[in-house]
């Protein structure tokens, strides 16, 4: 079957692996141990997907940059803590390089820094997978999309044959604002109706029903 789509870019957290819990542990204890109001599960898991100094600036719109400096070192050390309990979705590995072998390009837009991307993906063995990365220490954070421009610009595909796939509001907007198509998963950060209400192509309850509307359609 033709492929629709040459390049498939994935989010990282919440869309390949099983991260959302721990991320919004580390944010709750961080904010506990700073002695500021510990934001709800909502609101923390609202926030991944953005550059951490926006996330816990938008958490803590009052905070001075010291207290702020504060959070974000304790929630690195919160995160650093248990990363290496971190898995993948089930059926990941085997799909992506079965999308690969397809031909496809493969990619990652993700609100990580660079260096945590690179650990993650050594821990998993991907650090030759992806033809190209994009972390928010690099670029604008989500929804902005230059993230996914510089993606295209690298690879040499234009907006129409690329296809976003991510958990969060952020990832589909970026979508939206970079003209490419946009896939969301319900199993990560953000509601299913959330992410609905940006009219992506569709939206998947587990990684399982993903890999296979790709397989037919992708």
Request: glycine share 10%; hydrophobic share 45%.
């Amino acid at each position: 079957m033709t492929k629709r789509f040459d390049l498939i870019v994935f989010d990282w957290d919440g869309t390949l692996a099983d991260s959302t819990a721990l991320i919004v542990h580390a944010i709750q204890a961080a904010f506990a141990e700073a002695g500021r109001p510990v934001p709800s599960r909502e609101a923390a898991s609202f926030v991944i997907g953005y550059a951490l100094p926006d996330a816990m600036r938008y958490l803590a719109p009052d905070a001075s940059d010291r207290d702020l400096a504060l959070i974000m070192d304790g929630y690195r050390a919160h995160y650093l803590a248990r990363d290496g309990e971190i898995a993948l979705f089930e059926g990941v590995a085997a799909a992506l390089a079965r999308y690969k072998e397809a031909g496809h390009w493969l990619a990652v837009a993700t609100g990580k820094s660079r260096r945590g991307l690179d650990r993650a993906l050594s821990s998993v063995g991907f650090s030759d997978l992806f033809d190209i990365t994009r972390c928010a220490d690099e670029c604008h954070s989500k929804p902005h999309p230059q993230m996914l421009h510089e993606i295209g610009d690298y690879l040499g595909v234009i907006a129409g044959r690329t296809v976003m796939i991510g958990d969060t509001t952020h990832d589909l907007q970026m979508a939206g604002n970079a003209g490419t198509a946009a896939l969301g998963v319900g199993y990560g950060a953000h509601p299913r109706a959330e992410l609905e209400a940006l009219a992506p192509l569709a939206v998947f309850d587990s990684f399982a029903e993903l890999d296979r509307w790709l397989n037919e359609n992708g």
